[in-house]
């Protein structure tokens, strides 16, 4: 019987890859936005959209690639770009203006 390791891997990581680059847009967002000042209450809450958009498909990203179905394919650097998004958007939250 063949290995099905090449398809299965395709066929997880594309789910995987489409919430990596969600998430790194709504991070990239949550960077690039700058309020005009304290009372810019617009850009104020879309940055908090974006940190919370950011730490949201992150977290889906990690449960996925935690499923012990996913974690004997793929391989363990699946774990960091979601790592790192959620830690840079919490960052960004916390340190909001």
């Known amino acids: 019987m063949p290995d099905d390791r090449g398809c299965l891997r395709l066929v997880l990581g594309v789910p995987l890859v489409i919430l990596h680059l969600l998430a790194g847009y709504c991070c990239y967002g949550a960077l690039t936005i700058r309020p005009a000042g304290p009372w810019d209450e617009g850009a104020l809450m879309g940055i ?9 498909l992150s977290a889906a990203a990690l449960l996925i690639t935690t499923a012990s179905s996913v974690r004997r394919v793929m391989a363990p650097w699946w774990f960091v770009p979601p790592a790192v998004m959620t830690l840079v958007a919490v960052v960004r939250w916390v340190l909001l203006d």
């Open 48 to 56: 908090e959209l974006a940190c919370l958009l950011t730490v949201v």
